[in-house]
């Protein structure tokens, strides 16, 4: 998956240090970042960007290279350099860049959110110490946020149920998913994910694996569930277009080496319930 980059690894521990020449810096605009595809760093160095140290912020290090972000957004790309979509670098190589870009991604959207303290609204400082937003007016402190969520794989006998989004921009077949509300277990939130989304009851919610995904602040939790009760399904065409249960030999999906939700899907393809 994006975030399993071993050999190398990501440091995640906050830093208060200034830029290098050489540390590469993410640039967001919107949905998109500053990215050069014919680059072997892909993103640029703080040295091509003529920044301040105090226009970016410290993220983290993977294998003593750092990482910073640019805090205000700029008005347009800086050559060789141009903007191009975040949903686009999903199977970016190398892959512990394409994984860097994404958690950065995740803290970029914290930082911008959180200018303000949401309880007097005076302006946020960040700790020199911590990875930390304060208020000095009201002693007001933020941490990041990390949302839940729980990602299922619903099967019967040798079945699995694929469902399609109803409006987003990736296409291909995934799982009933959605956000743990509060006050919910992981697996309460399965249960009613499934309930909502296909109108399905299910038993034994088993847990497979997490994954980190920076482009929408959250932490994935794969689970596998086995179909109890009636198999007709009753879809919520608000949340998808499509709900169907497709054997295990019919399965079309390859291992993308990029998404929790491909390799649920492939697994079950491959493996079947034995190893559920």
């Known amino acids: 998956m994006l975030h399993e980059i071993s050999p190398r690894e990501l440091d995640i521990t906050y830093r208060n240090k200034p830029a290098s020449e050489d540390s590469l810096v993410f640039s967001f605009k919107d949905d998109t970042v500053l990215y050069n595809s014919d680059s072997e760093n892909r993103f640029p160095h703080y040295s091509e960007l003529g920044l301040s140290q105090q226009d970016v912020v410290y993220l983290f290090e993977i294998d003593g290279i750092d990482f910073f972000l ?19 670098l999903r199977a970016m190589q190398p892959k512990h860049l394409a994984f860097a870009c994404f958690t950065a991604r995740h803290l970029k959207k914290w930082y911008s959110s959180n200018k303000y ?38 099967y019967r006998d040798n079945e699995l149920l694929l469902t399609r989004y109803a409006d987003r921009p990736y296409k291909n077949y995934a799982l009933v998913a959605g956000y743990v509300e509060i ?19 299910i038993k034994d919610p088993s847990y497979f694996k997490s994954q980190p995904w920076g482009l929408s ?13 009636s198999q007709d399904i009753v879809l919520d065409t608000f949340e998808l277009s499509e709900a169907v249960w497709i054997p295990r030999d019919e399965i079309e999906a390859t291992l993308d080496d990029v998404s929790l939700t491909n390799e649920m899907i492939v697994f079950f393809k491959q493996q079947g319930l034995s190893n559920v």
């Open 183 to 201: 006050g919910e277990t992981l697996e309460d939130a399965v249960r009613r994910e499934v309930r909502e989304e296909v109108g399905l009851e």
């Open 217 to 229: 602040g959250s932490l994935l939790m794969g689970y596998f569930a086995e179909l109890d009760g």
């Open 117 to 154: 303290c949401g309880v007097c609204g005076a302006t946020m400082e960040q700790s020199e110490t911590e990875r930390m937003l304060s208020c000095r007016q009201c002693d007001n402190n933020l941490y990041p946020t990390i949302s839940p969520v729980i990602i299922v794989g619903v």
């Open 70 to 88: 640019e805090l205000p957004e700029r008005a347009n790309a800086c050559e060789p350099y141009s903007y191009a979509s975040l949903f686009n």
